[in-house]
């Protein structure tokens, strides 16, 4: 029986849905854990404890970090300066100063 470590916790269950796939399109066997409290009653989602997390097999804990390091890299969390000069968080999609989108980098 494999020892299952926590790689990543989610803040809702559609991200957990999502780091999952990333996982398992790696070849990861994934569990997840807390999503039948959602399911159960919505409140809970207020509830400490209750967001959902990720868990995978020890043995592949290195791999898994790997993954979600290059989420990171390639998700949110780049800031971003918009071309009237203003420089925004990444969470922001547009310019608030003159209204522009995000631009593409990819
Ligand atoms: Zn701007």
Same mark, same amino acid.
Request: proline share 11%; net charge positive; hydrophobic share 35%.
């Given at each position: 029986?494999?020892?299952?470590? @926590?790689v990543?916790? #989610?803040?809702? *269950? *559609?991200e #957990?849905? =999502?780091?999952?796939? /990333?996982l398992e399109a790696e070849?990861? *066997?994934?569990? /997840?854990?807390s999503m039948e409290l959602w399911t159960a009653a919505v409140e809970?989602? =207020?509830a400490e404890g209750a967001r959902p997390s990720v868990w995978v097999p020890n043995s592949a804990l290195g791999q898994a970090e790997r993954v979600l390091a290059q989420r990171d890299r390639r998700g949110i969390g780049? #800031?971003?300066? !918009? @071309? !009237?000069?203003?420089s925004l968080e990444a969470q922001f999609t547009v310019c608030w100063q003159c209204? @522009?989108?995000? *631009?593409d980098h990819d």
């Open positions: 029986m494999s020892n299952w470590v @926590r990543y916790t #989610a803040d809702n *269950p *559609p #957990a849905v =999502f780091v999952r796939g /990333l070849g990861i *066997p994934v569990r /997840l854990k809970i989602y =207020f780049q #800031a971003w300066s !918009c @071309r !009237c000069g203003e209204g @522009r989108p995000r *631009p």
